[in-house]
């Protein structure tokens, strides 16, 4: 069993950057697929960004040029980085593992950590 734990979230202003760390209790190397989502209000969580074993990255129309995903897989950590925000960006931001499968779809993640808050907002 392995636990995720995320980090980084917070209030920001519109066109500012936040970090978000996503620390994994132990080995992510043999986890298929990493990912983020995110949830916002009344919405449902929907796919941010997912990185492969292999290194290969899928980001959301939405967030296509402002966010870039990256997998360290030697401190067993996955992060988001994420520029020019907007108040759209406000969610609830998860950290996914998928065991076996490609991550493509929410049903494939196997741990999901506990979520931090993400606010846009002047």
């Known amino acids: 069993q392995v636990q995720l734990v995320e980090s980084g979230g917070g209030l920001v202003q519109p066109g500012g950057s936040l970090r978000l760390s996503c620390a994994a209790s132990?080995?992510?190397?043999?986890?298929?697929?990493m990912g983020w989502y995110r949830q916002a209000p009344g919405k449902v969580r929907e796919l941010v960004a997912r990185?492969?074993?292999?290194?290969?990255?899928t980001y959301a129309d939405a967030v296509k040029g402002r966010f870039a995903i990256s997998r360290d897989n030697a401190n067993n950590m996955l992060y988001l980085q994420m520029n020019s925000l907007k108040p759209e960006d406000t969610a609830v931001y998860y950290c996914?593992?998928?065991?076996?499968?490609?991550?493509?779809?929410?049903?494939?993640?196997?741990?999901w950590g506990q979520g931090t808050p993400v606010t846009v907002s002047s």
């Open positions: 996914g593992a998928a065991i076996a499968s490609m991550g493509w779809h929410i049903d494939q993640y196997d741990y």
């Open positions: 990185v492969t074993r292999g290194g290969s990255t």
């Open positions: 132990g080995s992510i190397s043999s986890f298929n697929a």
